[in-house]
């Protein structure tokens, strides 16, 4: 029930939540937009080691987050 693929290309209305997994180097210009617009906005992202330049700007847009799995827990 997806809305559209290009979530750059919409208006998320402020009573959605967008749920988007962009590629790493999409991240940052993501987070800027969607923040921009007003929307809440639930985003899966790694969390790499060093620390991109993306980090600060997810971590002060957050209200909340949770760790799905770590590199060793995932099934082989």
Request: net charge positive; proline share 11%; aromatic share 10%.
């Amino acid at each position: 029930q997806a809305a559209g693929t290009n979530v750059s290309a919409q208006n998320i209305p402020p009573d959605e939540n967008a749920f988007v997994f962009p590629p790493f180097v999409l991240i940052g210009p993501l987070v800027k937009l969607l923040s921009s617009q007003g929307c809440s906005f639930s985003i899966v992202m790694p969390d790499l080691c060093p620390c991109k330049f993306w980090w600060p700007l997810v971590e002060r847009s957050a209200s909340s987050a949770f760790r799905v799995c770590l590199k060793h827990e995932m099934a082989k």
